[in-house]
């Protein structure tokens, strides 16, 4: 669908060279498209370049609908690698040819509503009160408090997993909720001496390995002092943070990562973790299937130690949404494409598409009470034994509230300061200085 809004340029931190020629592009509005079957085509642009293969739950969710509405809607992706896909979204949306529907990292996605070119979808919420009530608020994160720019993809649950026969091999006690960060030096020593990896971690694509993180920044005080930050009024180099990227610094002190932290990847840490020469990996709910196969009813999971000189709540745990999927301004002025867009938005998040994602070990954004884990889920039971103490979450994960320059710095700063390269002051100062240049 072309999109007309797409005359309000978006800003230039979101698109750095557009060409007249581009811009020009921008010709009519089009209207809803329609395949040869009569079918109202719906066009979902992802960020994965195989939604089969990367994201099964999301492409048989999609599958499902467009069996149920055979000869009415269909849904087709505009697939991409998650780099391509940001470059991609960028580009369509200043020459209007942002699909239907489309997902975004939350960094970039307030940029995109301040430039017009998403619809506002209060509308769609307040006239559907079973997905309204489903949401429980996980929506909240993707609302400016102008308009409602997004809605939750997924439910991201992040934390420690961990290898019980390791730690039954090394002689250590399993973590819980009362165990504290001293006690967690404790527990890497022994694993270490064990001959195991304490944690596995790489640092190569660092956006994808700090998950367990976002704990420990939110145990000294990240959601009720972000705001104070972002305006100014105080900075990321303060005691509370310091004392936070001091905590990670002792991990490195304590050797708790691989030697070659430095040049291996995500994917490389996890097939540690699943070899079982790691003991631990922080990650998220998108890893449970890979671990009920390798790991099998050996898995366990932990928010993380709490920390005895913070003065911020230690009962919270991470169940926040991850980014949203987001559509096109222009879908609210074609009738009969909203009609199909608000379709698929109440399937998506229905009763039987959250059952599709518990199938497939994913939290879905909705929460329905009869929807649950099969008995050899055991990554998804339990990460679900976990969220049983009830413990709030912050609104959204903290590297999710910050844009993608100073959220690349987070990501640099704590591996900086894993690997020694950085100071923790060094770490927040860098964070600093790309929060005034943003500003």
């Excluded at 069996?67 to 998650?82: H, L, M, R």
């Excluded at 919270?316 to 379709?343: L, R």
């Excluded at 998506?348 to 994602?357: F, H, Q």
């Excluded at 590297?399 to 100071?423: K, P, R």
Aim: aromatic share 12%; hydrophobic share 35%; net charge negative.
């Amino acid at each position: 669908m072309k999109n007309r809004k797409a005359a309000r340029i978006l800003s230039a931190g979101l698109i750095t060279a557009m060409t007249a020629g581009m811009l020009a592009g921008c010709g009519d509005s089009g209207g809803s498209t329609t395949n040869e079957d009569g079918e109202t085509v719906i066009t979902f642009g992802i960020h994965v370049a195989n939604p089969e293969e990367q994201e099964p739950v999301t492409n048989s969710i999609v599958e499902a609908f467009n069996e149920k509405y055979d000869g009415e809607y269909q849904v087709e992706f505009e697939a991409a690698d998650t780099e391509a896909h940001s470059k991609n979204m960028k580009l369509e949306a200043s020459d209007g040819t942002l699909p239907e529907i489309f997902w975004l990292d939350s960094s970039e996605t307030p940029e995109y509503a301040d430039s017009g070119v998403l619809m506002d979808l209060s509308d769609y919420l307040s006239g559907n009160e079973e997905v309204d009530n489903a949401l429980n608020g996980m929506e909240d994160a993707f609302n400016n408090g102008d308009i409602q720019y997004g809605l939750p993809y997924q439910c991201n649950v992040q934390g420690f997993f961990y290898n019980k026969k390791l730690f039954d091999a090394a002689g250590v006690e399993y973590p819980t909720n009362e165990t504290t960060y001293e006690e967690f030096l404790d527990m890497i020593q022994k694993l270490k001496d064990s001959g195991v990896t304490p944690i596995a971690i790489g640092s190569k694509n660092s956006g994808y390995t700090m998950w367990a993180f976002n704990e420990f920044l939110e145990r000294y005080g990240w959601s009720e002092n972000i705001d104070a930050i972002q305006s100014g009024d105080t900075k990321f180099n303060n005691p509370d943070m310091v004392a936070c990227f001091e905590k990670l610094e002792g991990l490195k002190d304590a050797q708790a990562f691989p030697e070659n932290m430095a040049t291996i990847e995500y994917f490389d840490a996890k097939q540690q973790f699943d070899d079982g020469t790691a003991a631990m990996f922080g990650t998220g709910q998108w890893d449970c299937s890979e671990f009920d196969e390798n790991i099998g009813d050996q898995i366990g999971f932990w928010w993380g130690p709490v920390f005895d000189d913070s003065t911020y709540e230690q009962n919270v745990a991470m169940k926040v949404p991850s980014a949203p999927i987001v559509v096109n301004a222009d879908v609210a002025d074609d009738e009969a494409m909203q009609e199909a867009v608000y379709a698929f938005l109440d399937f998506y998040y229905s009763e039987e598409a959250a059952e599709i994602s518990y199938e497939g070990s994913i939290f879905p954004a909705t929460n329905y009470s009869d929807v649950s884990a099969s008995d050899t889920q055991y990554a998804m039971n339990a990460m679900l034994e976990a969220l049983a103490d009830g413990w709030a979450s912050p609104e959204a994960a903290p590297d999710q509230t910050l844009s993608s320059a100073v959220q690349t710095e987070l990501y640099n700063g704590i591996f900086g300061v894993l690997q020694g390269t950085y100071t923790p002051e060094q770490a927040l100062d860098k964070m600093d200085e790309t929060m005034t240049y943003d500003q």
